[in-house]
């Protein structure tokens, strides 16, 4: 890939004229996808069919200057032959390499997501979905057995907290063709029923296998390792007057994100 620009030192800084007409900094060769930087406003493709790109001078300000640069640094880094002398087929299978690791962890995470919301708005059907039919959670002692048993036990155990609250951290996928693990830092809070409530707070990590069975993510194992956890007691008239001015959360179907259609799609 080479760079024409004004000047050696800054080469997208300067913004000189020649018989009135503006002069242009190009950036050509090897970039694989056009669209890749179809985003950037100043970006001209010689043909559809090329990897050339030219950007006037006069636009190469702040924002601009900046694509630019990320521009020209993404080609060099690709290293990658024209597009013009790859078949199209060739080109589909190429991107198809090239983006599906990054699809793979978003429906992932995605996974990992809804989980949580399931847990936590007591929706759980929602969570049945999660898994696959012969899949395992163990959760120690208090819970080991299929989906099932899972969501009927959920019920169970969840009458006893007020609100749950789940939050992910640190989050680990490895993959490798259909088949996942991963690692999740969970931060659990459970608050006691009544005015004297306390608040259970366990911090542990989500240990996970997953498959991609008729192109779709699932739960095959779901385990809870515990990593250290404290009680405190709530300070109830903080919490009121903090919560005052503002929708309160449910643990049901009343919670206000069911007011969001899309949100509210998710529940099985």
Known sequence: MTL?????????????KRNGQSRNTELSGSILFPRLLRWA????????????????????????RQEAIFAFTLGQMLAIPPAASIKSGQLAEMERKMSQPW??????????MRY???????????????YHDDAIDDHGAMFKGGPDAFVAWLPEVTAHWDLTRHSISNSLFVINGDHAEGEHYVEAWHRTRGQDAKLFIALGRYL?????????????YRSLVFDHGSIVQVDQDAVDRMSKDAPNGRADRNDP??????????SA
């Open 4 to 16: 024409n620009a004004i000047s050696a030192d800054d080469p997208l800084a300067r913004h000189s």
């Open 257 to 266: 994100s069911f007011d969001y259609p899309l949100l509210a799609s998710l």
């Open 116 to 130: 949580c919301r399931g847990c936590d708005r007591r929706d759980f059907a929602l969570v049945r979905t999660l």
């Open 103 to 112: 699809l793979d962890r978003i429906a992932l995470h995605d996974l990992v």
């Open 208 to 220: 996970d296998r997953y498959e991609r069975r008729n192109g779709e993510w699932k739960f095959t």
């Open 41 to 64: 406003p100043p970006i001209i493709a010689d043909s559809p069919h090329n990897a050339n790109y030219v950007y006037r001078s006069t636009s190469l300000k702040g924002k601009n």
